[in-house]
């Protein structure tokens, strides 16, 4: 059984957030929550929890010093933080600090489900294995920048999300980033289908000349 800290210094997105974990059907034995990074690191002085989901962008402290705080102090807790799509860099700097995934706001009933999931129940190999996992939240990112770009024909828009796309890759194994790639092309596909209304189909050629 598992114990989690939910950060938000917005009422209904805790309350929200709550009651989708609450209605997971996931091993959650205590759900705590905290307004702020501030009053989360004064809990986690005296609480033992296993994961931290926290908001970026909140009063007194926000979520990326909570996470650096607990990154400095050798915390054992897992760290997920939510983030808007203004807020990438800020996740991005998050990730730093040993944070395991970041979901896009407005936060998603699957997503956030799938995320704790990952974070709580991936084998302990795969997790010390960072060379072998992107979260999803990160990818999603990219694929929003780039489908905008493809969309309105924004030159700029196209070339960030291919140079954001080239530094993830180049932190993963080879491995894992033909499978990602693949991945990655296929999603972006099904979005510019249900974009344009036609049907696009991605064959990725890695490896073939």
């Known amino acids: 059984m598992y114990s989690i800290l939910l950060v938000d210094d917005e009422p209904l997105a805790l309350k929200g957030n709550r009651i989708i974990i609450e209605r997971s059907g996931l ?7 905290a ?3 501030q009053e989360a ?3 986690l002085k005296n609480h033992k929890v296993d994961l931290v989901i926290t908001d970026i962008k909140m009063p007194r402290m926000d979520g990326v010093s909570l996470c650096r705080e607990l990154y400095l102090a050798g915390q054992q807790v897992k760290t997920v933080i939510v983030s808007g799509y203004a807020d990438f860099q800020y996740a991005r ?4 600090y040993g ?5 896009l706001k407005p936060v998603q009933r699957e997503e956030l489900i799938q995320s ?8 302990e190999a795969a997790q010390k294995d960072e060379s072998a996992y992107i979260p999803h939240g990160e990818l999603d990112s990219i694929l929003s920048v780039l489908q905008q ?3 309105m024909g924004n030159e700029g828009d196209v070339e960030q999300g291919l140079a954001m796309y080239r530094e993830v890759m180049g932190q993963v194994g080879e491995d894992y980033c033909l499978k990602a790639s693949g991945d990655f092309c296929r999603l972006l596909s099904e979005k510019l289908s249900l974009k344009t209304g ?12």
């Open 198 to 209: 036609h049907i696009l189909t991605a064959q990725p050629q890695f490896g073939k000349r």
């Open 35 to 37: 307004v702020d990074g």
């Open 41 to 43: 690191w004064e809990f």
């Open 93 to 96: 700097e998050a990730l730093r």
């Open 116 to 123: 704790i999931s990952s974070v709580l129940y991936r084998p």
């Open 149 to 151: 770009g493809l969309w």
């Open 99 to 103: 944070v395991k995934d970041y979901i």
């Open 27 to 33: 091993e959650i034995a205590g759900l705590y929550e």
